[in-house]
């Protein structure tokens, strides 16, 4: 009794600390996506690692940043983006220890943000000991932890194809599944054991005062058969669980990988966010100057749920590469691209390196390219020694020291995002688009925001005929900009110089 009292008492505690953390609406703030291992190297091994991540969290403060999203920091065989994991509860030793993790979360929460880890929910590593065992024999207490052909039906593990390949290895005994590959096996989510042992594992971090997580891969959970293997009812219904587990505890936020179908897994019932891949693209190609790309946004826009996560590029090769790339470092359209999600709807994610124009790391494959360390300058590296990965081809003119014009524009929006409610929880409205130009409107119910913007290489004129009468705006985007009126019926001009973007604030 008494025992059970004190751990009430913790809990309580814990949460009390934990709901003072944080502003309410954190979420709607800016998020990076970091790698811890090309982030900050503190121990001179040229692996970056949590220590060295607390000592560049005043930097992401002085940035604006409200929410950090760790890629896998447990244990893992894969020595590299961490999706192949050993242990849930224990922090890769390259990158600390759970202390380190502990520390972490409170100096972040010291500076008002936030962090989330990645939760790699439906595989293991093939190294994971459970899978050592079940892999060996039949009679392995964790046999039915993972997915076996010899469990199912005879004839259950052929005519499977699932991006491209068979996703059927044999084992020491019997055949396996493993959707993303050979080294990576599928847990076996029927088995209430497997439930029970990630839920303790979700609570673990949790009760450590996490701020939730990114739930990776979950279409995938739970498999029917060769034909019926993404996005099942069991894959919905489990994802809903562990959203409502997660949020029990005050404050969090979870934000799912669903490719299969992102706007169904960001509503509220089921995920809550998930990410909106497609929408990058049309932002690049909106930002290139393509007008059926502007089209496309403001109609993804229009349509989204508001919980969807948005970014212009990731980790994976397939989301895209980085900006100055994609843009071959030209800054003024990297701008607009950063402007047409950082002002919009949704909860933006910017991939660690962005802010800076950071390009991708030279003679790497597509995903490792993206995976690179940080750019910080030659005063204070990311490492000492030489780093896991090489640096990037332009981290010798693009880095965090250097004067940099790119990293004061991403300042200045993200201080418009933490500045105005609008931006961060408004609704969006009133989206016009007239060749390489878009406007829309951002709206609580005491605030409105319109942010115009011009994708073309020329300048524009571009007619606001939808807000109200007579109103007085101010210009918040470029800050020297003149005030702007509304005739009778709701209507006024902007002149836009080319590749530029303005925004004003509605007067009450
Ligand atoms: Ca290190
Ligand atoms: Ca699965």
Known sequence: MSLSKTLLGCAFLAATLHAGALEPGWEKGAFMEIFVRGYQDSNGDGVGDLRGLTSRLDYLKALGIRGIWLMPVTASS?????????????????????????????????????????????????????????????????????????????????????????????????????????NMPDFNWRNDKVVDYHFKSLRYWLDMGLDGYRLDAVPHLVENNAKDWNDQPESRALTRRMRELIQSYPGRYVVCEATANPVAYAQPELCGSAFGFGLQYDIVKAAKGQPEAVRAVADYYTAMP???????????????????????????????????????????????????????????????????????????????????????SNAATQNAQAPNAMLAFYKQLIALRNGLPAIAQGRFEQAQVSGLSLSFQRRTESQTVVVVLNYANQAAEVALDRLPPLAALVSELPREGLPLRSDAQGRATVGLPPLSIAVYRLLP
Do not use: C
């Open 306 to 392: 508001p919980g969807m996560a948005t970014m212009l590029s990731n980790h994976d090769g397939f989301a895209g590469r980085r900006m100055w790339d994609q843009f071959e470092g030209n800054e003024a359209r990297m701008r607009l691209a950063a402007a047409s999600y950082l002002l919009g709807p949704g909860t933006p994610f910017i991939y660690y390196g962005e802010e800076i124009g950071m390009a991708g790391s030279p003679d790497q494959s597509p995903d490792d390219e993206l995976r690179g360390p940080m750019s910080w300058g030659s005063a204070q590296p990311f490492s000492a020694a030489r780093p896991f990965r090489p640096y990037a």
């Open 78 to 182: 894969d020595h590299d983006h961490g999706y192949a994991a050993t242990d849930y509860r224990r922090i890769s030793p390259e990158y600390g220890s759970n202390a380190d993790m502990a520390r972490l979360l409170r100096e972040a929460h010291k500076r008002g943000i936030g962090v989330i880890m990645d939760y790699v929910v439906n595989h293991s590593s093939d190294q994971h000991p459970f899978f050592q065992s079940a892999s060996r024999s039949r009679k392995s207490p964790y046999r039915d932890w993972y997915v076996f052909a010899d469990a199912q039906v005879a004839g259950y593990s052929s005519g499977w194809q699932v991006f491209d390949k068979n996703p059927w290895y044999p084992a020491p005994e019997g055949e396996y599944l493993g959707i993303f590959g050979k």
